[in-house]
């Protein structure tokens, strides 16, 4: 739920961080004032999707002889994509 208070018709942005993946419900509901009664929005519902991921996986060294006893190191990354968030107006 969002409140809005007299004289402010703006709300600080929502971080989708804020709420597991899967659709999440808001409404905005305005306390009133002396000149203005309280009301309350119809619920909107945003759905927040899971980010793209992508994995990569390195070789130390990156070759080696055959029947050579050596060590390798084997190095995997994971990330995921930075999230875009974008407010309708």
């Given at each position: 739920m969002?409140?809005l208070?007299?004289?402010?018709?703006?709300?600080?942005?929502?971080a989708?961080?804020a709420?597991p993946v899967g659709p999440?419900?808001f409404?905005?509901?305005?306390?009133?004032d002396a000149?203005?009664?309280?009301?309350?929005s119809?619920?909107?519902?945003?759905?927040?999707?899971?980010?793209?991921?992508?994995?990569s996986?390195?070789?130390?060294?990156?070759s080696?002889?055959?029947g050579?006893e050596q060590?390798?190191?084997?190095?995997v990354?994971?990330?995921?994509?930075?999230?875009v968030?974008?407010a309708e107006?």
């Amino acid at each position: 739920m969002i409140t809005l208070l007299a004289g402010r018709g703006a709300c600080s942005p929502l971080a989708a961080t804020a709420y597991p993946v899967g659709p999440a419900s808001f409404s905005a509901v305005y306390q009133g004032d002396a000149n203005f009664p309280a009301s309350t929005s119809s619920t909107q519902t945003l759905t927040v999707l899971r980010a793209a991921s992508s994995t990569s996986l390195t070789t130390t060294p990156v070759s080696a002889i055959y029947g050579s006893e050596q060590s390798s190191t084997l190095s995997v990354t994971v990330s995921r994509s930075t999230p875009v968030s974008r407010a309708e107006r």
